[in-house]
């Protein structure tokens, strides 16, 4: 029925726009590319010094606007997977909706294939996408993004956001697979909203209650699994020049409906991310389009196990950093030195951890 759902919403839009010319409103077509080269400096079960060049992600978006009250915005999404000549691509929509805005007063609606707020809000803060992506998405915990329906209230005076999404559950790239809907509380709070320096920076917070994504035969599913996850973020922003960010999240799960929710059945974990950019020049010149960056990530993927040795399996730490450069509006490329490193239990009897080290040459064109 999602896909049905999605797929009627993009004719239905595409349909609109072969009749732009008798409809008041304006189209804006948009399309974006990553692509990178890629060298290992360990050698990663692949050799050292294996390298490959890849352009691994690219969409194409289309936002009409019928009035000041309704819009709607189609996204599909390419994503290559594995290396050439071996690679192939998968393609999704990934958005998909209308839009209605003061359906009540400071409160629009969305419906459809959207994203998840929490994501959008931290990847624009970011704002390097084709580096890295954001951490609970990269990491599997929070789909970027879902079929369902938002109510967006924005504060009066600019003060922040406070929303509710209601969304199937599984993610734009998954067919849901039982009737149960998840549910997300999103706030932004911005405490110098009139403030022309530092008006972006915000405190974040998000709670997300829901089902895991499996069939739902066993009796008891809605009341013995889980999937929850909470989340603190605080980004300080001085003009465009400096960003700092800073998250904590935990998370829930028990996809086991022949069990309970006690703590012993729960498979809990917790991480958090910091990451700055800073740019070089405040002038305009040149050098007002070079920035330096980093990000260090940390993840206890198993914190209640029993085992002490389960404990640490699959704890990750990342460390991202490097320089990125925007030559001409719309195109940017930086150079990245990533360290991963993820420790793995071995036999049963003792944990070994994997270490990872690449360079990565990286860019991103954006066409709008």
């Given at each position: ?6 797929w009627?919403l993009?004719?239905t839009f595409?349909?609109?726009?072969t009749?732009a010319?008798?409809?008041a ?6 399309a974006?590319v990553h ?8 050698d ?11 352009v ?6 289309v936002?009409h606007?019928?009035s000041d009250?309704y819009?709607?915005h189609?996204?599909i999404?390419a994503i290559?997977?594995g290396y050439?000549?071996?690679s192939?691509w998968?393609?999704?929509?990934r958005?998909a909706y209308?839009?209605?805005n ?5 409160t629009n609606?969305r419906?459809?294939?959207h ?7 931290v990847?624009s803060v970011?704002?390097?996408?084709f580096v890295d992506e954001?951490?609970l ?18 504060c009066p005076?600019g003060?922040g956001?406070l929303?509710v999404?209601i969304?199937n559950?599984p993610?734009y790239?998954?067919?849901e697979?039982?009737k149960?809907k998840?549910?997300a509380?999103?706030g932004e709070f911005?405490p110098?909203?009139k403030?022309?320096d530092?008006?972006?920076s915000a405190?974040l917070g998000?709670?997300y209650?829901?089902?895991?994504n499996v ?7 809605s ?6 996850r909470s989340?603190?973020g605080?980004?300080?922003?001085y003009?465009?020049?400096l960003?700092v960010y ?7 799960d028990?996809?086991?409906a022949s069990?309970n929710t006690d703590?012993?059945?729960?498979q ?6 910091v990451?700055g950019?800073?740019?070089?020049a405040?002038a305009e010149?040149?050098l007002s389009?070079?920035s ?6 940390r ?10 040795l389960?404990q ?10 490097g320089?990125?450069?925007e ?6 490329l930086?150079?990245v030195?990533?360290r991963?490193t993820?420790?793995e239990l071995?036999n049963?009897i003792?944990?070994?951890e994997e270490?990872?080290n690449?360079?990565i ?5 954006y066409?709008?």
């Amino acid at each position: 029925m999602k896909r049905i759902c999605q797929w009627l919403l993009a004719v239905t839009f595409l349909l609109t726009l072969t009749g732009a010319k008798v409809i008041a409103g304006e189209t804006t077509v948009g399309a974006e590319v990553h692509a990178n080269w890629t060298l290992h400096l360990n050698d990663q079960d692949l050799g050292k010094n294996f390298n490959y060049f890849n352009v691994h992600r690219g969409w194409l978006t289309v936002d009409h606007t019928f009035s000041d009250k309704y819009s709607a915005h189609v996204g599909i999404e390419a994503i290559s997977t594995g290396y050439a000549p071996s690679s192939s691509w998968d393609t999704h929509l990934r958005t998909a909706y209308l839009q209605v805005n003061e359906v009540l007063p400071y409160t629009n609606v969305r419906f459809g294939m959207h994203s998840l707020l929490w994501i959008d809000k931290v990847e624009s803060v970011w704002g390097l996408r084709f580096v890295d992506e954001v951490s609970l998405h990269k990491l599997g915990y929070l789909p970027r993004s879902d079929f369902g329906a938002s109510f967006i209230g924005n504060c009066p005076g600019g003060f922040g956001i406070l929303a509710v999404q209601i969304l199937n559950g599984p993610g734009y790239t998954q067919t849901e697979l039982n009737k149960y809907k998840n549910f997300a509380l999103y706030g932004e709070f911005h405490p110098f909203p009139k403030n022309a320096d530092w008006n972006e920076s915000a405190i974040l917070g998000q709670y997300y209650m829901g089902y895991p994504n499996v069939a739902s035969t066993a009796p008891g599913f809605s009341e013995n699994t889980m999937m929850d996850r909470s989340q603190l973020g605080f980004i300080v922003k001085y003009r465009k020049w400096l960003t700092v960010y800073a998250e904590y999240f935990m998370t829930k799960d028990d996809a086991d409906a022949s069990n309970n929710t006690d703590d012993e059945f729960v498979q809990e974990a917790n991480g958090f991310t910091v990451f700055g950019r800073l740019y070089v020049a405040t002038a305009e010149k040149w050098l007002s389009r070079v920035s330096i960056f980093g990000k260090y990530e940390r993840v206890d993927k198993n914190k209640n196990a029993a085992n002490p040795l389960v404990q640490d399996d699959g704890d990750a730490r990342f460390v991202t950093a490097g320089v990125a450069y925007e030559p001409i509006d719309n195109f940017e490329l930086a150079l990245v030195l990533k360290r991963d490193t993820v420790s793995e239990l071995i036999n049963n009897i003792r944990i070994e951890e994997e270490e990872s080290n690449s360079f990565i040459f990286t860019m991103r064109a954006y066409i709008k």
